[in-house]
């Protein structure tokens, strides 16, 4: 078996010590990263966090911890507070498009010297959502961009980042906050995410209809969007769709016709 690289040896050694059969939650804290990476005589990252992250978001729990999970869940690592996390067992942690879904084509307004210059990265994506207006396509609600990379502090959460928050008003004059999380390149949605959005704006948006959006690029430049809806602890998907940003004339008649056949039923 392969040795473990350093972010797994930390985190398994974490888990492993507090787990208990039948344990569906386990508790740690920042510190007792940085307490294991010395008594393993392991280098401590500079960014200790970014361990948490990359568990999240980018590679799997080592299997070791991945099969104390009871049937039918998976472990995830949310934040409790300051500087504190729990594994906690749930349904569902990685949020993967649906590979059936219809694509729906959309004339790509993005300005020319930013398709140029952009990567295939998590700031691509939030430019091309902003410049298509894709938030108002996908919500029929008309949206504005308030602020991206927000970070700020949650009650019994600590510190969270949201990488865009829209502001929108529909016909009926109701006004909505939509917190987004974009996915390029490697790294996937994660429900926690979703969990902490959700949290956020009921702490900062009180006032206002919150619908939480998900974005992930997929191959062939696919732009898959979500929107999530929480009951309890439960996050659900309400709503999925597929874009394809193509030039204006790729848009044929045929598939206008298509649309507007969709719609009708």
């Not at 393993?40 to 070791?64: A, C, H, M, Q, T």
């Not at 942690?93 to 952009?118: C, F, H, L, W």
């Amino acid at each position: 078996m392969p040795e473990l690289n350093r972010y797994s040896q930390i985190i398994e050694d974490i888990f492993l010590s507090r787990f208990k059969p039948g344990k569906t939650k386990v508790p740690f804290e920042r510190k007792d990263m940085v307490e294991t990476a010395k008594r393993l005589n392991i280098d401590i990252p500079k960014n200790i966090g970014d361990i948490i992250y990359s568990f999240r978001y980018r590679v799997s729990l080592p299997e070791s911890i991945v099969s104390k999970a009871p049937e039918g869940k998976e472990w995830i690592i949310r934040s409790i507070g300051t500087a504190k996390y729990c594994f906690v067992a749930i349904p569902q942690a990685i949020i993967q498009p649906n590979e059936m879904m219809a694509k729906t084509k959309v004339p790509d307004a993005t300005p020319g010297i930013i398709s140029r210059y952009a990567l295939n990265d998590e700031q691509a994506l939030l430019a091309k959502l902003r410049y298509n207006r894709l938030i108002d396509i996908f919500t029929s609600v008309t949206c504005y961009s308030l602020q991206n990379h927000l970070r700020t502090t949650v009650p019994q959460m600590g510190q969270i980042e949201t990488d865009e928050i829209y502001i929108g008003i529909d016909k009926k004059g109701i006004h909505y906050v939509f917190p987004v999380q974009a996915k390029g390149g490697s790294d996937a949605l994660n429900i926690v995410q979703i969990e902490q959005d959700i949290a956020m704006c009921k702490s900062k948006f009180s006032d206002l209809v919150c619908r939480a959006i998900g974005a992930q690029f997929m191959q062939d430049a696919i732009i898959a969007l979500f929107e999530f809806i929480q009951d309890g602890e439960k996050v659900s998907i309400i709503s999925e769709k597929h874009y394809r940003l193509v030039p204006g004339e790729e848009v044929t008649e045929a598939d206008l016709a298509e649309y507007q056949r969709q719609t009708s039923e």
